[in-house]
């Protein structure tokens, strides 16, 4: 058959030009995309091979071959191959879909590329970095070769002509000379950048990726005598990836060493993994992971700007680093790979769609990973405490963003209290809950000594009951989200209405607290008056035994904590006003009984600022504080 010249429609010249100057950030990926055809080319071909044993052929693999003279790059398969009627409809195909629907959309396509549909047209990124592209194809069990080129400027030629090598596809790529002006220019003829390229992309895909190299060898006489200073360059056939996707063998058959080998790769880390899950989804969506978790925290790791999730491959083709749509944002801690073999990919394989596959992975892996930790705390606690340490504030985030695994994550979640140095889940506080108690108390600040010692605990520590000590700043955003845990209440201690669920003490107390509200009324009413544009009110105290004051938020306003963390966060939060408990059997307010009233109004500011120190807040006039303590000291 002779050469036949073919047109591209007139739309179509102008969605390749679309796709070739703007799908891809990264011209090298058009390596990736043909060495990705070439190995779907033999998985096809073993597949052949099964049903036609006349198919069969030797070492299945995959050679680049680049020549600096003539400035290109083959790829050389010989794998399935192509009929004629198959190249037109494969490699032409984009030749049938510039429809005018879709040509409406070509200033949207370039400044979204991640837009363009999916039209298997890989192929195309080659002319990312070439003036010419020459196809040579034969399919397996035929004679007939075809020979397409085209040089992506609206036509192409195709004609019927054996290939020399005989079934399989050989992709040249005629690259363009250097733009001194493109500083990003790369020479694909380079052994180096080849090598690069391959081992970033294609390091795992499972047949050999060949190429000659130059070696030097010692050059030898006639009598096979070594020539001194006399060497020669031989070329040497070497293979550039490793195959070794250690994700894709059953887990029973790798070995602990090689599991934290592979964690080095990934990870950029020298130090052994905390714990690895290896996994195998199979199903609606069928994906592997390889999923690690580290044992040191990442020196960046709560930079804002922080790369995370896990690195994507598709069929051992890596596709991207850092994918974080397969996981949720709270477990970013983790690393490791994810590959699928059906995954859709947009036509720049750089952009993942997000839909419903995506979705289905991301599902199934957190699930996966839950269950797995949920394993670990009831199997291996000390790793489990050890990863909390670390990353627990992260995982928390999940209980406040992630609706669907809220209740699996309660499970997981561990917190210091004050009755023990070992860290709770609160299905252990629980069981430990006292007879009559009906809230699982907790508190908030900046530190376990500041809470253990806060004037909140006193009437807590004397009953003996347990409180939960947050001092991670996800905390204040956890509380909102979590309000009980086994039908019992999650309750601040340092809110107002505190309820430490004795009715008899209190029905016993009633009485007692009505007296001592008449006793110190005359108190409660001049530190309201002191204190009006800084306090909502002023209560008489259940819950101090030995401090004098101490300031609640009321139930609908943020707590202390809350709004120090958004002041270190640089937002403005207008001051809310708290009620001042006094605790009406402490001495101090029998002796402010018998002060005129003015040293009465200057102990009600005393024991403000008392108040805001105790629970880590500043005082709004230190030097006038000072002063109020010297003359108080001195009178």
């Not at 399989?168 to 390229?197: A, N, Q």
């Not at 299905?427 to 600040?445: L, S, W």
């Not at 819950?543 to 809350?562: H, T």
Request: glycine letters at 4%; a negative charge; one cysteine or more.
């Amino acid at each position: 058959m002779s050469k036949e010249t073919r047109q591209f429609q007139t739309e179509v010249k102008q969605i390749l030009d679309i796709m070739i100057h703007s799908l891809y950030s990264q011209r090298e990926v058009f390596l990736r995309e043909l060495i990705s055809n070439a190995s779907d080319a033999l998985s096809k071909l073993r597949f052949e091979e099964i049903k036609d044993l006349s198919l069969a052929s030797g070492e299945k693999s995959i050679r680049l071959v680049p020549d600096k003279n003539e400035h290109s790059l083959t790829i050389v398969d010989n794998g399935v191959g192509m009929s004629y009627d198959e190249v037109v409809s494969n490699i032409g195909t984009i030749a049938y879909s510039g429809s005018k629907d879709f040509l409406k959309k070509a200033q949207e396509l370039k400044d979204h590329p991640e837009l363009i549909g999916q039209f298997g047209v890989g192929f195309y990124s080659a002319f990312m970095v070439a003036d010419r592209v020459q196809l040579h194809t034969q399919k397996a069990g035929s004679t007939e070769g075809v020979l397409w080129e085209s040089t992506g400027d609206g036509g192409y030629s195709i004609e019927k002509t054996p290939r020399p090598e005989g079934t399989g596809t050989s992709v040249k790529v005629f690259l363009k000379k250097k733009d001194e002006k493109d500083e990003s220019y790369e020479d694909f003829t380079d052994e180096w950048i080849l090598r690069s390229v391959v081992k970033k992309y294609s390091d795992f895909i499972e047949f050999p990726i060949k190429m000659k190299v130059a070696k030097s060898e010692q050059e030898r006489d006639s009598n096979g005598n070594i020539i001194v200073g006399k060497k020669k360059d031989a070329l040497s056939e070497e293979t550039l990836n490793s195959q070794k996707a250690l994700w894709l063998r059953p887990s029973k058959d790798v070995k602990k060493e090689e599991y934290n080998e592979f964690y080095k790769h990934v990870a950029s880390d020298w130090t052994e993994p905390l714990d690895v899950l290896h996994y195998k989804a199979e199903g609606v969506q069928e994906f592997t992971a390889l999923v690690y978790m580290p044992s040191t925290l990442p020196f960046d790791y709560n930079q804002r700007n922080i790369k995370w999730g896990l690195s994507l491959y598709v069929k051992r083709v890596f596709i991207t680093a850092n994918c974080e749509q397969v996981l949720p944002s709270y477990l970013r801690f983790l690393k490791g790979v994810v590959d699928s073999s059906d995954l859709p990919l947009n036509v720049s394989r750089e952009l993942i769609q997000k839909d419903r596959q995506i979705h289905v992975i991301r599902k199934a892996l957190t699930s996966k990973l839950i269950r797995h930790f949920k394993e670990m705390l009831e199997t291996k606690r000390e790793v489990y405490d050890k990863m909390w340490e670390k990353f627990g504030p992260t995982l928390k985030e999940g209980l406040a963003s992630d609706l669907e695994q809220k209740e699996e994550l309660q499970q997981l979640a561990l917190f210091h209290t004050n009755l023990s140095d070992k860290l709770t889940t609160l299905q252990e506080y629980v069981g430990r809950m006292k007879d009559g108690q009906k809230a699982i108390y907790y508190m908030t600040g900046e530190s376990l000594s500041q809470l253990a010692s806060s004037p909140f605990m006193e009437k807590l520590q004397k009953k003996d009951y347990e409180v939960l000590f947050l001092v991670d700043p996800v905390d204040e955003w956890v509380t909102n989200s979590l309000r009980e845990f086994e039908k019992k209440p999650l309750q601040s201690i340092s809110r107002e209405d505190l309820d430490l669920g004795d009715e008899v003490e209190k029905a016993k107390k009633k009485e007692e607290r009505q007296d001592q509200e008449k006793r110190f009324a005359k108190i409660t009413n001049l530190i309201k008056d002191v204190l009006n544009d800084a306090i909502k009110d002023v209560k008489l105290s259940d819950r101090l035994v030995d401090s004098p004051v101490c300031l609640v938020s009321s139930s609908q306003d943020p707590s202390a904590n809350m709004e120090r963390l958004m002041e270190a966060m640089g937002q403005e939060v207008p001051k809310s006003k708290r009620i001042l408990e006094i605790n009406p059997s402490h001495p101090v307010f029998e002796k402010m009984l018998t002060l005129p009233e003015d040293r009465m109004k200057n102990w009600a500011e005393i024991l403000y600022n008392q108040a805001l120190l105790s629970e880590g807040s500043p005082i709004k006039d230190p030097a006038k504080f000072s002063r109020q303590i010297a003359d108080l000291m001195t009178s």
